[in-house]
């Protein structure tokens, strides 16, 4: 590890910190429909759409009546995104002829996108058309990420408002968000991220000779050994940018290309990297202020916050050094880091990026529910690849995806506060509204899908020979990959570990229904718990008010995210990375 | 042995003694039925895993001979896990089972007198009595039921229910009306009206009530049950799904180390103790006097955020008391108290006796012998509204300013311009003064002031730091409501209050999301306490009040109040403290047995054994022992309850988190190696 590589990272913490709060104020004044400088241009557009629709703005709905809309909203769109992919071949900006994509994959794509996952069992470029990436996937980028975002404004409405069954309009808080919060932002990334280098074109795919031809050994198809020459080059091409930055933005994750955000085109430069990482915890770290905001506790709002920073410090901090320590087993070698060499364990990543970027990267990428990589997971050290895994197990809350991290950590708050709350010898309360059996039984639920989404599909790929074809390297190194692809499905996360087949029928299926699973069917308790808040009276606080401030508090939630969230992980997690790391330093690798 | 010693007696036993050891000894087996077993999903697992394991040892035993020491000693210690936690419960009934049955002996059947329509008197057995009855009972009878007295006053013996020997008043009219049955009448004659029937009176009530018969979960004990479910079946999945990882990487597991993992990571403490703090808690009521007609009202007086308390009686003495001596110009102040002891000393009042005793008290004036004086009394009447004393040729009177004004009026004096000041002075603060003349000469005034009760204010101040707010009920004008208020110092108060005044504030301050608590003994109670969250009757109230209420104090002691609050706060504490001791254990677990589990397939998994434990086996049953072990270790702390201290919220719950919080992490990882280290000696593994 290293001071530079320390002082980036704690200089990107500094930097979220800062546009937290005025992010946070913004998103208040976008969903409270306040007065926002943007207004002259948006306000007329918005106003067309309700017109057009037929959406009755002033019209507030029910958790239960929020939940169908945001359910059949998704359940069109992701209809939409299947039959885009099995009809690309005929549809307009389709310059490499791609062909139908197959229903397997398809269906696995839709629901991937639908669920803010974007897990790829694809490589883009050579899969999809430009139509399918811009019509298809980034429209899903964008609108997957609002229904988060509105989400958690209705888990914040449901704490703050009092008595009341209505809890907003999906329709408008939608359309406010793409038009207000995501549009904009992404309009000037995406420029940003042009100027840095990132492409942004219909061209067909670029063929260019190389400068240095060079020949390699290569094994036919009958096993004879035969020297071939390359000299061409083929570079693919696209609307890359306007992709890009809703990828991290929306905090989606799915790669215009199959390198995702370590391929040039994407990310092409130290600083559009710390900018894509900015943009991955922008949105889910100003939710928090818009969280003590709208609930007249801003220090509350600040206490998760603060829960949030220290687990994303203990993550980044344990990955740097997992993957700055190096390998073992090369042991002959100068892994020192130096001015002229990164040092460590530099296997899977950009030289441009280094150690500490990547170790960073990953951590973030799954804090948040992003997904997004700049290195190659699978080749990280077993404990540097772990620290992804258990991010992910945690259920992202770690800022986590936009909207649904604190969604997801408002699930933690409820059980840290039921449980702790009793010991200062009131019915537990939050914020003023007492936590009872039906929120409880409903907290426990999101946990418990969580939990069982995760393990069974896990236990049976494990046992099963259509499970185990997928794994590229056998003892726990393949049992990882396994978990990671069902943690980073459930999760919603969307990154891969890599080394993993996962473009069969079972993975396929099961990874799609792990998505979905872990999406609608996590949302649907979480809104009820909203619905059932809302309806609440609100206690004043007074001395004898369970504490959701100060450090204490944060204190407490950390430990429930650690204990609740990755106690249940722990065995499968000490026969994976942890007895893979141990096997390491006794000189076996897999 | 009479009712009333054994009742004390009962109170007074402790959890070792040999009655309710071996009688819950006994009840542990008998909870080991499936049905009653199902009522804690927690502890019904381990049953279902204890069972499993039981059948797994038998075809073990009946087909190979491998493990057969481990298994046996595993399925034990889960068999003992079970009966721990129904030994928990049956312990925390135990003194209830008592009590109940010395009350039982109480309701035996008697004879009772009922009138008849014909005004004749006929004998019928009590149990034949209906509401509606109206029954007569003399000296040395008990009274066959619940009822009002409708004529007549008559000394009861309440001791069978209260435990408190000294007789009690009990006449119609007035708020001292209600008569428990089976209770004795001690002197006199009373007509009493039945008011319940059979097998719904107070006294079947308080059985069903001390023996846990009556029981229903509360609502947090329901939310508790509901995550300890939650968290079972999150670890029933971990468990289950471990088998085919372990399958994947080459080491299966035998169903024995399974259930002790699962074992271990549900939440047995709390699962195996939660009844128990619960009906504890009940009892603690009990032992203090006070019966709660539900679980759910011991829970809801945690939550209390306001407390009613009516003035007289709760925050003041029931009297007013002479505080000081105010002489007029001219007259000097022992002079005055002198005049003033003179015309108290035949005064039989409160507040005539508190006047003798402040001279005594601060001019060592004593009482005369006024029989050698001559003297003569003259009592207060509604009409003169003075008394006094006729005394060798002084004529002295003590009343009220208007009416001493009237007196000395005829001599041509008038009261001092001083002493009106005075007198105002006094009213505005709270007090009442009195006029003090002699020979129609005004000596000055004495301030009667209300006497707040001792600790009072200190204990207001630990409300306080609570987040309770008291307030005052008073019938008193606002300006002596207000003097006494700051006196007591309480948060705010309600002056010149009727019962319906009380009742709309109680609405109101629910209506802001709070709980009520408030006390009441009068039927103009009753609406208001059956509006509270909280509302204690006074035993001696009516009937209509001890309806109304969600418990009664059988001391009839308002000030109980705030031991209510506390008993309802450390039930809840109590609760939040284990569940966060259990959940904090897990993690020792898993570091005994994970290694334990796989690190003969995998040597180099020995680092997680951070314990070192010796053997795998000895590892697994160590964790198992403790797990067992620590429910017994915590059967006192769940019956007398975590101690409260009455600071704020943060104060304590940063106090409870470091104890049960992280003592819950490290307790077990000491325990774990201990055990692990006493085996060999033990030769259990």
Redesign the interface.
């Known amino acids: 590890m290293t001071a530079n590589g320390w002082f980036q990272i704690l200089f990107y913490l500094l930097v979220i910190f800062l546009i937290t709060k005025p992010l946070g104020i913004f998103m208040t004044r976008v969903f409270n429909r306040e007065k926002t400088f943007l207004d002259f241009l948006l306000r007329p557009i918005e106003k067309l759409v309700y017109r057009l629709t037929g959406v009755d703005e002033s019209r507030e709905m029910p958790w239960t009546e929020y939940t169908i809309a945001m359910l059949l909203f998704s359940g069109v769109s992701m209809t939409l995104l299947y039959l885009i992919e099995r009809t690309q071949r005929w549809l307009p900006l389709n310059p490499q002829k791609f062909g139908n994509v197959d229903p397997p994959l398809a269906f696995g794509t839709a629901a991937s996108f639908t669920t803010n996952t974007n897990w790829q069992a694809y490589s883009g470029e050579s899969t999809m058309t430009y139509l399918t990436q811009m019509a298809g996937l980034s429209y899903h980028n964008f609108v997957s990420a609002a229904v988060g975002i509105v989400l958690a404004i209705v888990v914040i409405r449901g704490i703050a408002r009092r008595e009341t069954e209505n809890l907003g309009n999906f329709w408008v808080d939608a359309t406010r968000c793409l038009l207000w919060v995501l549009l904009p932002f992404c309009l000037v990334g995406a420029l940003v991220l042009v100027s840095q280098g990132v492409v942004q074109n219909f061209r067909p795919y670029t063929t260019v000779d190389l400068i240095q031809p060079y020949t390699a050994e290569v094994t036919g198809a009958d096993g004879k050994t035969a020297t071939q020459t390359v000299t061409q080059q083929i570079i693919a091409q696209g609307p890359v940018a306007s992709q890009e930055a809703i990828k991290e933005f929306g905090t989606n994750g799915g790669g215009f290309f199959n390198a995702n955000s370590a391929h040039p085109f994407e990310n092409p430069t130290p600083f559009s990297n710390f900018f894509e990482l900015v943009l991955i915890f922008a949105i889910p770290s100003g939710l928090t202020y818009t969280l003590g905001r709208m609930t007249g506790s801003q220090r509350h709002g600040w206490a998760v916050w603060a829960a949030m920073a220290f687990l994303f410090l203990a993550g980044v901090t344990a990955a740097y050094w997992a993957e700055a320590s190096g390998n073992p087993l090369l042991a002959g070698t100068d892994q020192r880091a130096t001015a002229f060499a990164s040092g460590g364990n530099m296997e899977g990543k950009e030289v441009r990026f280094g150690i500490a970027n990547s170790a960073l990267f990953a951590t973030v990428t799954t804090d948040a529910s992003c997904g997004a990589v700049n290195a190659q997971h699978d080749s990280f050290t077993p404990l540097g690849g772990m620290v992804p895994l258990i991010n992910i197990m945690l259920g992202e809350v770690v800022f986590g995806g936009v909207g649904a991290g604190l969604y997801g950590m408002f699930v933690f708050v409820v059980l840290a506060v039921f449980i702790a709350g009793l010991m200062v010898g009131r019915t537990p309360e939050y914020l003023g509204k007492k936590i009872e059996s039906y929120d409880v039984k409903m907290a426990m639920l999101a946990v418990l899908i969580l939990t069982f989404t995760i393990l069974c599909f896990s236990a049976i790929a494990v046992v099963k020979p259509y499970g185990l074809a997928g794994i590229s390297n056998p003892g726990p190194h393949g049992l990882t990959q396994i978990l990671y692809a069902y943690v980073s499905s459930t999760g919603n996360n969307g990154s891969a570990f890599g080394g993993l087949h996962a473009n069969t029928l079972w993975y396929n299926t099961t990874t799609a229904a792990a998505q979905l699973l872990g999406r609608f069917f996590m949302i649907i308790p979480i809104m009820a718990i909203a619905g059932s808040l809302a309806k609440k009276k609100i206690v004043p606080g007074s001395a004898g008010t369970f504490p959701v401030t100060g450090s204490l508090f944060s204190g407490l939630l950390v430990s429930t995210v650690l204990i609740v969230g990755a106690l249940t992980f722990f065995p499968a997690l000490s026969l994976g990375p942890i007895l893979e790391h141990l096997l390491m330093h006794a000189g076996k690798v897999f | 042995m009479d009712p009333v010693s054994e009742i004390t007696e009962i109170r007074k036993k402790t959890l070792m003694d040999s009655t309710i050891l071996s009688r819950a000894i006994v009840d542990s087996f008998r909870k080991l039925e499936p049905r009653t077993m199902a009522k804690n999903p927690v502890m019904f697992v381990v049953e279902v895993a204890a069972v499993l394991t039981t059948v797994q040892l038998i075809w073990n035993s009946l087909h190979h001979a491998e493990q057969i020491g481990f298994g046996l000693q595993i399925t034990l210690w889960l068999w003992f896990t079970v009966l721990f936690a129904n030994f928990a419960e049956a312990m925390a009934e135990g003194r209830g089972k008592a009590q109940a049955d010395t009350l039982r002996k109480a309701r035996a059947e008697t004879q009772a007198r009922r009138l008849r329509g014909d005004a004749g008197i006929e004998t019928v057995l009590s149990s034949k009595l209906r509401a509606g009855d109206v029954v007569v009972v003399s000296a040395g009878e008990f009274i066959p039921g619940d009822g009002e007295v409708i004529e007549g006053v008559a000394s009861v013996d309440e001791s069978a229910i209260t435990g408190e020997s000294a007789p009690v008043i009990r006449e119609s009219g007035g708020d001292r009306s209600a008569v428990t049955g089976g209770t004795r009448v001690l002197s006199d004659e009373i007509k009493v009206r039945i008011t319940s029937n059979p097998g719904e009176t107070f006294l079947d009530r308080m059985i069903k009530l001390v023996e846990g018969a009556a029981r229903q979960k509360t ?2 004990e ?3 049950n ?2 300890l ?3 079972t ?3 029933l ?13 080459g080491a299966p597991q035998n169903i024995f180390v399974l259930v002790s ?1 699962l074992v271990c ?1 549900i939440p047995t403490t709390i699962g195996g103790l939660l009844s128990a703090i619960g009906i504890a808690g009940m009892d603690r009521l009990i032992q203090r006097n006070v019966i709660a007609m539900s679980g759910r009202a011991v ?1 809801a007086s ?2 209390v ?1 306001v407390l009613l308390l009516d003035k007289t009686g709760t925050i003041t003495l029931g009297n007013r008391a002479a505080t000081q001596f105010y002489p007029a110009p001219g007259i000097a102040e022992t002079y005055l108290a002198d005049a003033a002891q003179l015309a108290s000393l035949a005064d039989e009042t409160p507040e005539g006796r508190s006047i003798v005793v402040l001279a005594k008290e601060r001019y060592n004036l004593r009482g005369r012998d006024l029989a050698a004086h001559a003297a003569n009394f003259i009592p207060f009447s509604a009409q003169t509204r003075m008394s006094g004393v006729d005394i060798d040729g002084r004529e002295i009177r003590k009343g009220a300013p208007a009416a001493i004004a009237r007196f000395v009026s005829p001599g041509g004096n008038d009261v001092p311009a001083e002493l009106k000041t005075c007198v105002e002075e006094i009213s505005n603060s709270g007090g009442t003064p009195l006029l003090v003349a002699e020979n129609r000469r005004v000596l000055g005034a004495i301030a009667l002031t209300d006497i707040v009760k001792g600790g009072m204010r200190e204990r207001f101040e630990h409300l ?6 008291t307030m005052m009920i008073t019938g008193d004008n606002p300006l002596t409501a207000a003097a006494i208020a700051r006196q007591a110092g309480v948060d705010d108060f309600l002056a010149e209050a009727r019962p319906e005044d009380k009742m709309a504030l109680i609405k109101r301050e629910q209506a ?3 709980l009520v608590a408030m006390t009441g003994d009068g039927t103009n109670d009753a609406p208001a306490l059956a509006q509270a969250d909280v509302g204690v009757a006074m035993n001696t109230g009516t009937q209509a009040a001890k309806e109304a209420g969600n418990m009664v104090d059988l001391d009839s002691n308002p000030t109980k109040l705030i031991e209510i609050v506390e008993i ?3 039930l ?2 109590t ?3 284990l ?2 001791f259990s ?2 254990n ?2 020792a677990k ?1 570091f005994a047995i ?1 290694p334990a589990m ?1 690190a003969g397939a ?1 040597p ?2 020995e ?2 054994n951070i314990m070192r434990l010796r053997t795998p086996e000895s590892a697994i049953l160590s964790a198992v022992i403790f797990n067992a072990l620590i429910i017994i270790a915590l059967i006192p702390l769940a019956l007398r309850g975590v101690r ?1 201290r009455p600071v ?3 104060a ?3 106090r ?2 470091l104890i ?2 992280v003592g819950g992490i490290i307790a077990p990882f000491v325990g774990i190696k201990l055990i692990d280290m006493l085996l060999p000696y033990l030769g259990l593994a």
């Open positions: 609502p947090n329901i939310a508790l509901i995550l479910a939650g968290l079946i999150i670890f999945l971990a468990v289950v799904t471990l088998q085919p990882f372990a399958v994947y990487s993992l990571l829970e945690g939550d955020d306080r730091a609570m987040g309770i707010r802001k999301g709070k309802g706060k450390q809840l504490i609760r939040g403290a569940t966060t959940v904090a897990d993690v898993y994970i796989f995998f180099v998994l680092v997680l409260y704020g919220a943060a304590l719950l940063q409870n988190l049960y919080g």
